[in-house]
Each structure stands twice: as structure tokens, then as C-alpha cells.
């Protein structure tokens, strides 16, 4: 029972922190604005109400009786009441109203329908409490042909004290939500731009101007992330400037190699370490493109169609085929998606003939989908080409040449940029790509 209430609860309730903690703070206020209301309601209001009521009635019944006993002093009578008790009386002989006046859902008409009824009996009396402002009309039958009008003040039957309370109690409460809003703003906010913080360092943002505000907690928080940060970064770039140092100098000595090689007269021992040497180097540049992923890119705003048109321009291919699609704009480090497209695009190309690229721009994300007509990969190899330093021995291999960290480096730039990346079927019989960026 109570997991599932509780399970309810958390689909009703709001899920930012700003929301349930207005709601902390305003709902005892909200529900002792309530209680307060309906005590006085029913507790003051009614039973006044009830009261002066029954005492209008009262006035009006006697004014009735004293009426039928004595008719001849009318005129005096009238006028007594309209001076010192502010009623407007006239009696007339015009015809009783057939229609009823009241409103069905008006406490005060409720009372004053009841005292009448009980005063004067059914069907002999009428009156309206909305057609004046501060004036309640009253009809008495007396007999076929008499009727008494009367006009009497409004506040003869509705306390005057009751808007003022409502006004009382309302706008205080009004005021400390007010309040509340403002200093929640101000408790939230540092959670929020911690939580932005998290959120771009995550997608591999430097994040340099972060600073820690707000409470004490909060502020520990965001202190130690800081920390955290700085210190994730500093191992980041020690790892990749010693990868890019060592795969650097190996280059002095290949280099040599290469030049004493082209001195030997045996050819054929020279062409052998030549592709020897040529494959190392080709391993060296796969190993300075993965230290190159791990150093820091500031973001800007990246047209994904003329990046991919940039890309074309680069291969210089025919093969490259890409579709026309709406502009899409998203935030991201242009070097970093630039290398990361131009990877899968260059395998397409070495293992298929053709590379197809289409654009999907969805609500908040964009899907792109990288297909060839190539030989294509076996659907349980789908997550070891991602690992690092895996190679394919079969008919397609992403990288033959290199040491296995093609997708590796694909992966590593995507869900740094907050983005999925799927292999599937190609429609051409080859390998689909698919990658989900978020704009």
C-alpha cells in the first residue's frame, strides 16, 4: 500500500529541486491559510451571518403585522424606518414575481432563503441580493393584491468584516510565497550551474570559470568537484603528452631507418623492412590521433551540412555521396566531430565502394547515419570493434592497417559530446553507422 502511494507520488510531484522545495515551503502555508479560512467559515462567518439574518427577518415581520393591524399610520411608519434603520418601504399592489431571484450556491442566500421561509411560509416571499451593490430587494405578499417592497442595505445581512479578513489572510500568505520564491531562486541557482558544470565537463568541456557559491553544502560540493576536475584533467594531459612524446621520438629513429634502407643494394630485404617500418608509422600516427582526442577543444557552433560538405571537399571523393538535409546547429568541438565523421567515412571508402551520408533532425537531437555496400561486419563483433586495440582477422577489417583504434577514438569524441553510436545493416548490404548527437 504504501509503496504504491509512494510510487504515486513521484509521478505527481514535481522532479526539480526548485519546485519541491517551493512546495515545502509554501504548502504548510497554503493548507493553515485553509484551516484558518474554514474555522472562521464556519465557525464566525456562518453563525453572524445566521444571526443578523434572522434579525432582518424579524424587523420585516413586524413591520408586516404592525402594518396589518394599523393601517392608517402607513406614512409615518415608513418613513420611521427609513430613518432610523435605512429601509426602503413601499407597498403597492403590483404583481408578486413568478421567477426566483436567488443564487442556489450563495451562502448568503441560503441563510436568507431559510429565515423567510420559516418567517413568511413558501411561495409568499422573493428577493434578490445581486441586482444592487450595497442594497438587498425583499417582496412580502400579504394577500392577492398587496405586496411589500422592501430595500434594505446589504451589510443587514453579510457581515462588512468578511472581504477585509479574506484580504487579511490571503495577501500575507501571498507575500511570504513571494519571499520564498525569491530565496529558493537564490539556494537553486549555484545547484543548477553545478549541475551545468557536470554536465560540460562530462561531454569533455574545460570547464576554467566554474566558482563555488551558495550555501556551505553546496559550496563543498562544487569545491571538491572542482577538485575532482582539475585533477581527472591533469591525468588526462600528462597521459596524452606522454603518449604524443613517446610516439614522437619513435619517429627520429624510423626515420633513419628509412634513409639506411634506401642505401642497401639488396632490394628485396629493403622492400620487406620498408613495409616493416611503413606499418609502424602508420601505428604511431593511429596512436598521436588517439593522444589528440584527449586534449582540450573549446566548443563553438557546428552547421553539421557544411561540415560534411567540408569533409567532401577534403576526400576529394565521388564516392561520397550525401544528402541534402535541413541546416542543423549544435554545440561541439569542430576538430574533434571532424576527425570522428572523417574515420568512418574513410573506412566506408577503403572497404566498400561507395559511402552514403543522410541527416535526420529530430526534436532535440539529430541522427546521422554513416552506410557503405562493403562486406559489412558480423553482428557479434558489434561492441568489440569499439574496444581499444581490437582488430578484425576476417573479411572486413576497420582497421587493417593501423592498430585498432579507429572506433575506438569514434566512440571516445561521441559520448564525449553526449551522443550514442550504433552499427547496424546497411540498406546496400554494408555497414550502417549511427550516431545520435544531442543540439
Same mark, same amino acid.
Given at each position: 500500500?504504501?509503496?504504491?502511494?509512494?510510487?504515486?507520488?513521484?509521478?505527481?510531484?514535481?522532479?526539480?529541486?526548485?519546485?519541491?522545495?517551493?512546495?515545502?515551503?509554501?504548502?504548510?502555508?497554503i493548507?493553515?491559510?485553509?484551516?484558518?479560512? !474554514?474555522?472562521?467559515?464556519?465557525?464566525?462567518?456562518?453563525? #453572524?451571518?445566521?444571526?443578523?439574518? &434572522?434579525?432582518?427577518v424579524?424587523?420585516?415581520?413586524?413591520? @408586516?403585522n404592525?402594518?396589518?393591524?394599523?393601517k392608517?399610520?402607513?406614512?409615518?411608519?415608513?418613513?420611521?424606518?427609513?430613518?432610523?434603520?435605512?429601509?426602503? !418601504?413601499?407597498?403597492?399592489?403590483?404583481?408578486?414575481?413568478?421567477?426566483?431571484?436567488? &443564487?442556489?450556491?450563495?451562502?448568503?442566500?441560503?441563510?436568507?432563503?431559510?429565515?423567510? %421561509?420559516? #418567517?413568511?411560509?413558501?411561495?409568499?416571499?422573493?428577493?434578490?441580493?445581486?441586482?444592487?451593490?450595497?442594497?438587498?430587494?425583499?417582496?412580502?405578499?400579504?394577500?392577492?393584491?398587496?405586496?411589500?417592497?422592501?430595500?434594505?442595505?446589504?451589510?443587514?445581512?453579510?457581515?462588512?468584516?468578511?472581504?477585509?479578513?479574506?484580504?487579511?489572510?490571503?495577501?500575507?500568505?501571498?507575500?511570504?510565497?513571494?519571499?520564498?520564491?525569491?530565496?529558493?531562486?537564490?539556494?537553486?541557482?549555484?545547484?543548477?550551474?553545478?549541475?551545468?558544470? =557536470?554536465?560540460?565537463?562530462?561531454?569533455?568541456?574545460?570547464?576554467?570559470?566554474?566558482?563555488?557559491?551558495?550555501?556551505?553544502?553546496?559550496?563543498k560540493? =562544487?569545491?571538491?568537484?572542482?577538485?575532482?576536475?582539475?585533477?581527472?584533467?591533469?591525468?588526462?594531459n600528462?597521459?596524452?603528452?606522454?603518449?604524443?612524446?613517446?610516439?614522437?621520438?619513435?619517429?627520429?629513429?624510423?626515420?633513419?631507418?628509412?634513409? @639506411?634502407?634506401?642505401?642497401?643494394?639488396?632490394?628485396?630485404?629493403?622492400?620487406?623492412?620498408?613495409?616493416?617500418?611503413?606499418?609502424?608509422?602508420?601505428?604511431?600516427?593511429?596512436?598521436?590521433?588517439?593522444?589528440?582526442?584527449q586534449? @582540450?577543444?573549446?566548443?563553438?557552433?557546428?552547421n553539421?551540412?557544411n561540415?560534411?560538405?567540408?569533409?567532401?571537399?577534403?576526400? %576529394?571523393?565521388?564516392?561520397?555521396?550525401? =544528402?541534402?538535409?535541413?541546416?542543423?546547429?549544435?554545440?561541439?568541438?569542430?576538430?574533434?566531430?571532424?576527425?570522428?565523421?572523417?574515420?568512418?567515412?574513410?573506412?566506408?571508402?577503403?572497404?566498400?565502394?561507395?559511402?552514403?551520408?543522410?541527416l535526420?533532425?529530430?526534436?532535440?537531437?539529430?541522427?546521422?547515419?554513416?552506410?557503405?555496400?562493403?562486406?559489412?561486419?558480423?553482428?557479434?563483433?558489434?561492441?568489440?570493434?569499439?574496444?581499444?586495440?581490437?582488430?578484425?582477422?576476417?573479411?572486413?577489417?576497420?582497421?587493417?592497417?593501423?592498430?585498432?583504434?579507429?572506433? #575506438?577514438?569514434?566512440e571516445?569524441?561521441?559520448?564525449?559530446?553526449?551522443?550514442?553510436?550504433?552499427?547496424?545493416?546497411?540498406?546496400?548490404?554494408?555497414? @550502417?553507422?549511427? !550516431?545520435?548527437?544531442?543540439?
Amino acid at each position: 500500500m504504501f509503496s504504491g502511494l509512494n510510487n504515486f507520488l513521484k509521478i505527481i510531484l514535481p522532479k526539480r529541486l526548485f519546485y519541491r522545495a517551493l512546495i515545502i515551503v509554501a504548502a504548510p502555508t497554503i493548507i493553515l491559510q485553509l484551516i484558518v479560512t !474554514i474555522v472562521f467559515y464556519d465557525s464566525i462567518w456562518i453563525k #453572524a451571518n445566521k444571526n443578523i439574518t &434572522r434579525s432582518l427577518v424579524s424587523q420585516l415581520k413586524t413591520i @408586516q403585522n404592525a402594518y396589518l393591524n394599523n393601517k392608517d399610520n402607513l406614512e409615518f411608519f415608513t418613513d420611521s424606518y427609513k430613518n432610523n434603520f435605512n429601509f426602503e !418601504i413601499d407597498i403597492n399592489n403590483n404583481s408578486f414575481p413568478l421567477t426566483s431571484g436567488e &443564487r442556489k450556491f450563495s451562502p448568503m442566500d441560503r441563510s436568507l432563503r431559510r429565515e423567510l %421561509k420559516s #418567517a413568511f411560509g413558501n411561495n409568499n416571499y422573493w428577493f434578490n441580493t445581486s441586482k444592487f451593490k450595497n442594497a438587498v430587494e425583499i417582496k412580502i405578499r400579504l394577500d392577492k393584491n398587496e405586496v411589500i417592497e422592501f430595500l434594505v442595505p446589504k451589510e443587514m445581512i453579510s457581515p462588512s468584516s468578511v472581504r477585509l479578513f479574506v484580504l487579511w489572510t490571503t495577501l500575507p500568505s501571498i507575500v511570504l510565497v513571494l519571499i520564498a520564491l525569491v530565496f529558493l531562486k537564490n539556494q537553486t541557482r549555484p545547484l543548477v550551474r553545478l549541475a551545468k558544470a =557536470a554536465e560540460r565537463f562530462g561531454k569533455g568541456d574545460y570547464v576554467n570559470n566554474f566558482r563555488p557559491s551558495g550555501a556551505a553544502e553546496i559550496r563543498k560540493a =562544487a569545491y571538491e568537484f572542482d577538485r575532482m576536475a582539475k585533477r581527472i584533467n591533469r591525468h588526462l594531459n600528462q597521459r596524452s603528452e606522454m603518449l604524443s612524446g613517446i610516439s614522437h621520438d619513435l619517429r627520429t629513429p624510423l626515420t633513419r631507418l628509412k634513409l @639506411q634502407l634506401a642505401m642497401i643494394g639488396e632490394k628485396n630485404i629493403s622492400d620487406k623492412m620498408s613495409k616493416d617500418i611503413d606499418e609502424m608509422e602508420s601505428m604511431l600516427n593511429d596512436y598521436l590521433q588517439f593522444a589528440k582526442t584527449q586534449t @582540450q577543444e573549446s566548443t563553438s557552433k557546428i552547421n553539421l551540412s557544411n561540415l560534411f560538405n567540408e569533409i567532401k571537399k577534403d576526400l %576529394k571523393n565521388e564516392n561520397l555521396n550525401i =544528402a541534402n538535409s535541413e541546416e542543423t546547429i549544435l554545440n561541439g568541438r569542430m576538430s574533434s566531430l571532424k576527425r570522428c565523421f572523417e574515420n568512418v567515412i574513410n573506412n566506408g571508402l577503403t572497404y566498400g565502394k561507395k559511402v552514403y551520408v543522410s541527416l535526420h533532425k529530430g526534436s532535440n537531437r539529430v541522427i546521422i547515419n554513416i552506410e557503405d555496400d562493403g562486406p559489412g561486419i558480423s553482428e557479434d563483433q558489434y561492441r568489440n570493434v569499439f574496444k581499444p586495440f581490437f582488430r578484425l582477422d576476417k573479411s572486413r577489417s576497420l582497421n587493417q592497417s593501423g592498430v585498432g583504434l579507429g572506433l #575506438a577514438i569514434v566512440e571516445d569524441i561521441i559520448n564525449s559530446h553526449g551522443g550514442s553510436i550504433q552499427l547496424g545493416k546497411s540498406e546496400y548490404k554494408g555497414l @550502417q553507422v549511427k !550516431i545520435s548527437l544531442p543540439f
